[in-house]
T-cell receptor
Framework: GAVVSQHPSRVICKSGTSVKIECRSL??????MFWYRQFPKQSLMLMAT?????????EQGVEKDKFLINHASLTLSTLTVTSAHPEDSSFYIC???????????FGPGTRLTVL | GDSVTQMEGPVTLSEEAFLTINCTYT??????LFWYVQYPGEGLQLLLK?????DKGSNKGFEATYRKETTSFHLEKGSVQVSDSAVYFC????????FGQGTELSVKP
């Protein structure tokens, strides 16, 4: 089946630094990818929709200047957490749809810890 | 707006026990319904889906039936295994994909 990868799987950074997370569709093209944030023992919250060739669409309450999204190609979307703070620590998951019924495939997630 | 509500976890069962995880939804229109599973340290995987009323999704011994009259999509399995231990998410897709809060299942030998 379709595979979505994320890199890195785990990152620890100092407060104030920026962190880039990559999401790749490995055997299919995705004009759209979705970025989610998951807090411990909670549901996935959609942060933004990444669109190849155009600007990302952000959900209400998500700071677009803090969470920069770039959909560089049909197989790659990146999420950059700028000037990270401890409250940004979370599990970030990307997803891409494929197939006629747009089944969503999810990456394995990236655990971000900001010290 | 659309929403999904799942029974709270954690749910702890003995191996070979019967499993039910309740899921109800609120939506305008006719959404598709999904169950996703998240194993420890991994991303979400689609477990099963149903796209219209009375459809039954099934996979790996799990089943769920799309009940429009009760707006429910309960997940069931007749005999759980230790390897089924994971977090299960009910979700709907009308426009956006919306998740319930997840239910943690722990199966003991």
């Amino acid at each position: 089946g379709a595979v979505v990868s994320q890199h890195p799987s785990r990152v620890i950074c100092k407060s104030g630094t920026s962190v880039k997370i990559e999401c790749r569709s490995l055997d299919f093209q995705a004009t759209t990818m979705f970025w989610y944030r998951q807090f411990p023992k909670q549901s996935l919250m959609l942060m933004a929709t990444s669109n190849e060739g155009s600007k990302a669409t952000y959900e209400q309450g998500v700071e677009k200047d803090k969470f920069l999204i770039n959909h560089a190609s049909l197989t790659l979307s990146t999420l950059t957490v700028t000037s990270a703070h401890p409250e940004d620590s979370s599990f970030y998951i990307c997803s891409a749809p494929t197939g006629a019924d747009s089944v969503r495939y999810f990456g394995p997630g990236t655990r971000l810890t900001v010290l | 707006g659309d929403s999904v509500t799942q029974m709270e976890g954690p749910v702890t069962l003995s191996e070979e026990a019967f499993l039910t995880i309740n899921c109800t939804y609120t939506a305008t229109g006719y959404p598709s319904l999904f169950w996703y599973v998240q194993y420890p340290g991994e991303g979400l995987q689609l477990l099963l889906k149903a796209t219209k009323a009375d459809d039954k999704g099934s996979n790996k011994g799990f089943e769920a039936t799309y009940r429009k009259e009760t707006t429910s999509f309960h997940l069931e399995k007749g005999s759980v295994q230790v390897s089924d231990s994971a977090v299960y998410f009910c979700a709907l897709r009308g426009g956006k994909l919306i998740f319930g809060q997840g239910t943690e299942l722990s199966v003991k030998p």
